[in-house]
């Protein structure tokens, strides 16, 4: 199954910076998803990252907040841009594993102070 | 909303006793999947029913699907205080989407 490595793991920041958040999968994926999970919330999905093309957003995610990046098939990154204190939240990536079930990264939680 | 919603929302018991998740859901779906966080980490997968099968087991857990109902159910036997943590229902809907959907999640502890 696939291992995916996530980092950073957590970080404070600055409201109006921006923070990447990236995610490298030990195997060729077609598509890798970026899930946020606000505190004490479900996971709600923001948007699906295909290698040589335009990521997907879900609604209520844009492009200039959320900007990503998928260079080549087992990396991808997300960008969280001009942070407020409500994007304080856990990020994760993740990638499907055929009748298997996903994987998880293992989380970026972020803190916009 | 394809979104599932487990039920109860929070489930505390004594060690070795059961535990019974339920989940609704309003879609059609592909399969559903029931997944474990702890203390706000990254999720783990734990056990996958297609919308064909009827029960599956892996373990010390047990998943039910009844697709007429719209609803799966999560059994953990003989529970140990290790399965404190937040479980999660997520729907895969029917039509291609490799879009995973989650539900609301539900709280369980499990008191030594």
């Known amino acids: 199954s696939a291992v995916i490595s996530q980092k950073p793991s957590r970080d404070i920041c600055q409201r109006g910076t921006s923070l990447t958040i990236q995610c490298q999968v030990d195997?060729?994926?077609?598509?890798m998803f970026w899930y946020r999970q606000q505190p004490g919330q479900s996971l709600t999905l923001i948007a699906t990252?295909?290698?040589?093309?335009?990521?997907?957003?879900e609604s209520g995610f844009v492009i200039d907040k959320f900007p990503i990046s998928r260079p080549n098939l087992t990396f991808s990154t997300l960008t969280v841009s001009n942070m407020s204190p409500e994007d304080s939240s856990i990020y994760l990536c993740?990638?499907?594993?055929?009748?298997?079930?996903?994987?998880f990264g293992s989380g970026t939680r972020l803190t916009v102070v | 909303s394809q979104q599932g919603e487990e039920d109860p929302q929070a489930l505390s018991i004594q060690e070795g006793e059961n535990a019974t998740m339920n989940c609704s859901y309003k879609?059609?779906?592909?399969?559903l999947q029931w997944y474990r966080q702890n203390s706000g980490r990254g999720l783990v997968h734990l056990i996958l029913?297609?919308?064909?099968?009827r029960e599956k087991h892996s373990g010390r857990l047990r998943v039910t699907l009844d697709t007429s109902k719209k609803s799966s159910s999560l059994l953990i036997t003989a529970s140990r205080a290790a399965d404190t943590a937040s479980y999660f229902c997520?729907?895969?809907?029917?039509?291609?989407?490799?879009?995973?959907?989650f539900g609301k999640g539900m709280k369980l502890t499990v008191n030594p």
């Open positions: 993740s990638v499907a594993r055929t009748g298997a079930g996903y994987t």
């Open positions: 195997s060729q994926v077609t598509m």
């Open positions: 990252a295909n290698q040589g093309s335009e990521a997907t957003y």
């Open positions: 879609t059609s779906i592909n399969n």
């Open positions: 029913i297609r919308s064909n099968e």
């Open positions: 997520a729907l895969l809907s029917q039509g291609g989407s490799e879009k995973l959907v």
